[in-house]
């Protein structure tokens, strides 16, 4: 490592919460699928920022609209309208086929908007008796870091020592709707649930599984609430995780890359009567719905669209499952993933995943361990089929090696 890198690395430490492990590199500069660090090594970026740069680093038509913007207005609160939030709705109904919009700015903010209006409605138009609102929700899940949200997380290193939490939340096991059912009574306000479970190491359910979900939700009257802030805008194949399964959620929840990794930037997807119950006073957001933020996020669903990002993850994505499933390696015990959220599982004794990703860095690939002895593979879906045998010809090497 040369000076640079260390002192980049040393100061994070010496200044910096200590929240996270990055991998040793310090990255300077991004375009399309790959990233530069400090001292100009190339790699592909197998992570996407946890699939928030889905469109490419530095896309340079949601660039010019951010800049663009940035010279016109940033920011008027929603004390004012502005002259970008309507198109926002507008562009991001048309496109998902949703109704109601509200916009904010992290995951875990359109999370806790979402628990807050699945309540209310369960209160205004279900006819739960007050306070006793309950919200089904998965083992193993992951929807963000705020207090609410890690109260009913299952991972003790999310929540440990972050408590007392809130009530209100039943946990089920993922992929299981015997499970939920059994769970709903007449105060199950919603069924809160990822697609595809991505941070638990990209876990997909079984076939049919989101089908019986719909079925039971409607059957109980229960607002079934999809947190596509990974799975949507394309990462899987199609717009939106729940057309695998031919259902629609009730309230669709997106992140990440509806900006494209410009801007924190999320929304609450939903009908009419679930965000229809929020009246002024009762949510809101300094930054949610700013003009800047709206201005990147129509940019970044336009590319997605006009560049057939979604069709390309879709053809790319089947590639990559199909290369890594030829890997012949002692070490892997899975492969799995649907479109580009992908994942290889390694057998334990073959030794931590994160041993292979700094190997894979080594090669000019950036991929993320996750749960020990998982690789999760992400890449942006601006991939070309080249780049993906370039990333399966580094991969096969990497982990034909022994790391354990
Ligand atoms: C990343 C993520 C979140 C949280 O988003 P933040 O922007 O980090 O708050 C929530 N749910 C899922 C499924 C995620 O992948």
């Not at 607002?223 to 669709?252: S, Y």
Request: aromatic share 6%; net charge negative; with cysteine.
């Amino acid at each position: 490592m040369s000076a640079s890198v260390i002192d980049f690395v040393a100061t994070e430490a010496r200044f910096g919460a200590h929240n996270y492990e990055p991998i040793g590199v310090v990255l300077a500069r991004g375009e399309g699928v790959w990233v530069w660090d400090t001292e100009g090594n190339r790699y592909l970026d197998c992570l996407s920022a946890y699939s928030a740069v889905s469109q490419g680093h530095c896309h340079p038509k949601i660039l010019a609209a951010m800049v663009e913007q940035a010279h016109r207005l940033t920011l008027t609160s929603r004390a004012f309208h502005n002259d970008q939030l309507a198109l926002f709705y507008e562009e991001v109904a048309a496109l998902t086929g949703s109704h109601k919009v509200l916009p904010m700015n992290s995951g875990a903010e359109a999370v806790e908007s979402a628990i807050k209006s699945v309540r209310k409605w369960g209160y205004e138009v279900k006819g739960v008796p007050d306070g006793q609102a309950e919200i089904i929700v998965c083992a193993n899940n992951f929807h963000g870091r705020t207090l609410g949200i890690v109260g009913f997380s299952t991972d003790p290193e999310t929540r440990g020592h972050f408590g007392p939490f809130a009530p209100g939340f039943k946990v089920i096991p993922f992929g299981d709707a015997a499970a939920l059912k059994e769970a709903i009574n007449p105060n199950t306000v919603a069924f809160l649930v990822e697609p595809i479970q991505g941070e638990a190491g990209v876990v997909i359910p079984p076939a049919g599984y989101f089908t019986e979900v719909r079925e039971l939700c409607t059957a109980n009257n229960v607002m079934l609430v999809l947190d596509e802030i990974q799975t949507g805008l394309g990462r899987t194949g199609k717009l939106l995780a729940e057309q695998h399964e031919g259902i629609e959620a009730d309230v669709t929840l997106l992140g990440k890359a509806l900006s494209g990794g410009f801007y924190p930037v999320s929304a609450v997807l939903s009908n009419n009567e679930v965000l229809g119950t929020l009246r002024p006073g009762q949510h809101g957001s300094t930054f949610g719905g700013n003009p800047l933020a709206c201005a990147v996020a129509r940019a970044a669903m336009r590319v997605l669209v006009e560049e057939g990002m979604i069709d390309n993850a879709a053809r790319q994505g089947e590639r990559f499952l199909s290369g890594l499933k030829d890997i012949r390696a002692n070490a892997i015990r899975e492969v799995r993933g649907r479109g580009l959220m992908l994942a290889v599982e390694l057998h334990p004794e073959a030794g931590r995943a994160r041993r292979y990703c700094e190997a894979l860095q080594a090669k000019g690939i950036l991929a993320k361990d996750t749960h020990e002895h998982t690789i999760r593979i992400a890449p942006p879906l601006v991939i070309t089929s080249d780049q993906v045998d370039w990333a399966l010809e580094r991969l096969a090497t990497t982990l034909t090696q022994d790391l354990s």
